[in-house]
């Protein structure tokens, strides 16, 4: 075991992506390094359970830790996020190794609480409250790359039937606006090009009592000028909460790039309706509309449940049509399964499994021939690719290298030279399409 060293172990969204590389950072900086499981003297386990099976990938990945590291006992294993939060004190096996938990709101004291457990090997610490305000961590500083993800936000209010995050993650709490600006400029002064601001419920962003007045659309604004900046995202919007004027930002901000993740859930009005999702159909397929009036070349991603109980063929058949309709580039889709705690784990009318899996099958085969039509357009059309790092894809005598396009297409490239393109915006032609991914050739010089 090497002395002060750890490992974090990430399951879930980008925004427990970013609290891991948040405490990574911050336990460098306490003069932790880096080790494999085997060796490292802290693990942490940092949890997602807003899918079953996630949470039973946890379970795994801790009796892992327990495997590799010989149930060694001054081995300190932390376990974050929300199967934390779920299960609690639960997790404090009497042999454990499991000595610290962290909820989200507690992941601030992480870095103090591991070091204070490693001088009192006989403790064990919960950090599972919420706070009444979103708490600044500090800076991320090393925090480089060219794509920066910054939290402007922590927790939901909307209680979606099928939902643990607002049990997990807590209320809605909104960052002030000065921070988040502040760690944005911090960013793209090391060298960051492109920012995506995160939150659970990021377009509700401001409309909390524990902002500061700034709004959603006033952020958006106020962070599009940032110079040195040259592209912005955010993720992920509820679609009752886009106004007109986050729509019209596609149109009015220039480093807004025409790629949303909304998520539909159902295309059933019945099925949403008994989600709570609060819209409906034509309230969707409208705001869709209103999108593409602004940004005709928007490229829409989306979430899908399928087998929501009570979900009739009917339904079923609703969201494919719904779909089409809108022509998703892309989706996370996935069969219902009961989160203890919430509404519709009570719900009568359960979908058999068989139904549900078939119903996903056929909703993939859509979503697949869509993409491929969808992406078989794109070929010939020139566009620009933020480089972020080097491709495994391999071409003779050249270096190939993968980024972004301004719609979240992940696109192929070879470049020659030994530079370190990372960082670099380069314009290009697509010439071919794959599964998932974009091909392209250099069209243009790199800046
Ligand atoms: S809006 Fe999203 S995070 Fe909030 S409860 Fe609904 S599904 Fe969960």
Known sequence: MIDKSFHIITFGCQMNVND?????????????????????????????????KPERKVAAALADVRRVTRADPKVLVAVAGCVAQRLGEKLFSPEGQVRLLIGSDGLIRAPEAIEHLLAEPDLRLSLLDFTDRYEERGRMRGASGPVAQVNIMQGCDNFCAYCIVPFTR????SRAAASVLEECRARLNEGAREICLLGQNVNAYGQDKRGDGVTFSGLLACVAALPGLARLRYVTPHPKDMGPEDVSAFGDLAPLCPRLHLPLQSGSDAVLKNMGRKYDGRDFLNLVERLRKVRPDMA?????????????EKDFEDTLNMMEACEFVSSFSFCYSDRPGTRAALFPDKVDPAVSRERLARLQTLQETQTRRLFAKRVGQKTEILIEGRSRRQEAGKTSWQGRDPYGVLVHLALSGNTDYTGKMVPVIITQCKKHTLMAQQAGGLW
């Open 20 to 52: 891991s590389r948040w405490l990574e950072l911050s336990l460098a900086e306490r003069g932790f390094v880096k080790a494999d499981t085997a060796d490292a003297q802290v693990v942490v386990v940092n949890t997602c359970s807003v899918r079953e």
């Open 170 to 173: 807590g209320r809605q709490k």
């Open 300 to 312: 829409l991603g989306t979430d899908i449940i399928v087998g929501f109980p009570g979900e009739s």
